[in-house]
């Protein structure tokens, strides 16, 4: 079993910086897949980045390159740089484990304008 625990949420103003964290504890194993995910209130959850063993990242369209996502070696703490945020990026981000289907509590990011 796998826990996966957020941190480094916010609040911020639009153009600001935020760098949230997901620490995997349990299993190295589910920390070889991961991905971070967003929901604002009254959409559906959506994908943000991921990254997969071989350490190929991919992206949603809407990051336009302003986050990264990065893992330690060990692969039990997945980060996403979050710059130049914007109004729109205000949304409870969860981790996720795609090796172990398993997903995060979340942290609340709000940005103001």
């Known amino acids: 079993q796998v826990q996966l625990v957020e941190s480094g949420g916010g609040s911020v103003k639009a153009g600001g910086t935020l760098r949230l964290s997901c620490v995997a504890y349990?299993?190295?194993?589910?920390?070889?897949?991961m991905s971070w995910y967003r929901q604002a209130p009254g959409k559906e959850r959506e994908f943000v980045p991921g990254?997969?063993?071989?350490?190929?990242?991919n992206y949603a369209d809407f990051v336009e390159g302003r986050f990264t996502i990065s893992q330690d070696s060990a692969r039990y703490t997945l980060y996403l740089q979050m710059d130049s945020l914007k109004f729109q990026d205000k949304a409870m981000y969860y981790c996720?484990?795609?090796?172990?289907?398993?997903w995060g509590q979340g942290t609340q990011v709000t940005v103001s304008s």
């Open positions: 990254i997969r063993a071989d350490g190929r990242r």
């Open positions: 996720r484990s795609d090796s172990c289907n398993k």
């Open positions: 349990g299993d190295a194993y589910c920390g070889s897949t």
